[in-house]
């Protein structure tokens, strides 16, 4: 099997796996407890938020454990707007290709009276700092742009992002599921106000987050309950994976380079082969662009049937994001950057780890050819635009 869903969720690291077997057998306690086996649990919690708020530039104060990446996103918008209702600032801007756990989250705050902008993304798939502040009002409560893009894998300027926000006096809030582990993240510097992560993107276990929230920021609380988390994350928490979590985080942070090296040179080199084929295109940017994330259209296809035999072919891939693989309309990512819907339609997204091989790529280059020749063989919306009764869209 050649696993190519990387972007979905990553295989856990025996380092992970290594750093939560203790937690689960000898170190067991609930951390809330006030007896030895609770206070062990309780030690290892305390290492462990230093140990992230180390690698993402931020105090362990800063540090609040989540179920994931969609929990951390909710949480940090709805404080952020709770924030911005107190003083009557009921205004947010966002990107039109966010994860749904964003955009959800905002169209849940729309039906309270919130409004909210959704800058356009271009055909490149990166918002532009300059479009941020244009769009930022005097009754804007929070920016929230993700740090790189789940489906397509475009890396935006946070940086500068946030410097903008920052001059205006605005919340930045961004989505960093797909960066964490992958890209350099320093809070502090790259002017973030609160960031999300979810540790099976970067091979720690499913289940587990981080909401970092800049000292000051007052979350509001989501789960209600016990006074885990400083009062504002109910529930106890999940010692074992928080532990896998942080081993996770730190092997993927001291590798960074050499594996981000290793993902570029693959990537570009299915970049390269896909290409090839007639009548496809690249989704988003060429080079600012996550390093092991491969995403492209084929004219004269439907994307699940090439999913389906890619399987066949011992292929793991995907069309977009496994939040809305049930899904059977197209994908809103690749509406945003301007694909129609037939073209969408027939999307695939490759995403690379340091485990894949060349010889994998080779092979993947080779399989997507044939399997997208044989659906265009059999597909009478393709017989039709060779025959010249339809205009191809892709030229």
């Known amino acids: 099997m050649i696993y190519l869903d990387n972007a979905a969720t990553t295989k856990m690291s025996q380092t992970a796996i290594k750093a939560m077997i203790p937690y689960m057998?000898?170190?067991?306690?609930?951390?809330?407890?006030?007896?030895?086996?609770?206070?062990?649990?309780?030690?290892?919690?305390?290492?462990?938020?230093?140990?992230?708020?180390?690698?993402?530039?931020?105090?362990?104060?800063?540090?609040?454990?989540?179920?994931?990446?969609?929990?951390?996103?909710?949480?940090?918008?709805?404080?952020?707007?709770?924030?911005?209702?107190?003083?009557?600032?009921?205004?947010?801007?966002?990107?039109?290709?966010?994860?749904?756990?964003?955009?959800?989250?905002?169209?849940?705050?729309?039906?309270?009276?919130?409004?909210?902008?959704?800058?356009?993304?271009?055909e490149n798939g990166i918002v532009l700092p300059e479009q941020v502040a244009d769009a930022i009002r005097e009754d804007t409560c929070l920016v929230t742009v993700m740090f790189a893009n789940n489906e397509i894998g475009t890396i935006q300027p946070i940086e500068e992002i946030g410097q903008v926000c920052r001059g205006k006096g605005v919340l930045f809030h961004t989505d960093a599921v797909q960066a964490a582990?992958?890209?350099?993240?320093?809070?502090?510097?790259?002017?973030?106000?609160?960031?999300?992560?979810?540790?099976?993107?970067?091979?720690?276990?499913?289940?587990?987050?981080?909401?970092?929230?800049?000292?000051?920021?007052?979350?509001t609380n989501i789960i209600e309950g016990g006074a885990q988390e400083r009062g504002k994350r109910a529930g106890t928490e999940n010692i074992p994976a928080i532990m896998a979590m942080t081993a996770a985080l730190e092997e993927a942070c001291l590798h960074m380079d050499e594996n981000s090296a290793k993902l570029t040179a693959l990537r570009d080199k299915l970049i390269a082969g896909l290409s090839k084929i007639p009548h496809s295109v690249l989704n988003g940017d060429a080079e600012k662009r996550l390093p092991g994330n491969v995403s492209f259209c084929f004219e004269g296809i439907e994307g699940e049937s090439l999913l389906l035999l890619l399987d066949d072919k011992g292929i793991c891939?995907?069309?977009?994001?496994?939040?809305?693989?049930g899904s059977l309309d197209p994908s809103h990512v690749l509406l945003a950057i301007g694909r129609v819907h037939d073209i969408a339609h027939g999307s695939l997204r490759l995403t690379l780890s340091e485990e894949n091989t060349e010889k994998e790529v080779d092979y993947t280059i080779s399989a997507v050819k044939d399997v997208v020749e044989y659906l265009r063989s059999i597909s009478p919306i393709w017989r039709d635009l060779v025959s010249g009764k339809k205009e191809f869209i892709i030229k």
Do not use: W
């Open 25 to 122: 057998d000898c170190i067991y306690g609930n951390p809330s407890s006030l007896h030895s086996a609770g206070q062990k649990a309780n030690e290892a919690l305390t290492d462990a938020r230093e140990r992230i708020a180390r690698l993402l530039g931020c105090e362990a104060k800063e540090i609040t454990f989540t179920s994931g990446g969609s929990e951390a996103d909710n949480q940090a918008i709805v404080s952020a707007a709770r924030i911005g209702e107190r003083s009557g600032k009921k205004h947010i801007v966002s990107t039109a290709f966010e994860h749904h756990a964003v955009l959800h989250t905002l169209n849940k705050l729309e039906k309270e009276g919130f409004e909210v902008t959704l800058l356009d993304v271009g």
């Open 181 to 219: 582990g992958h890209l350099r993240i320093d809070a502090k510097a790259q002017n973030i106000d609160m960031l999300s992560l979810s540790a099976h993107k970067f091979h720690g276990p499913k289940g587990i987050g981080v909401l970092y929230a800049r000292k000051g920021i007052r979350l």
């Open 317 to 325: 891939a995907s069309s977009g994001s496994a939040c809305t693989s």
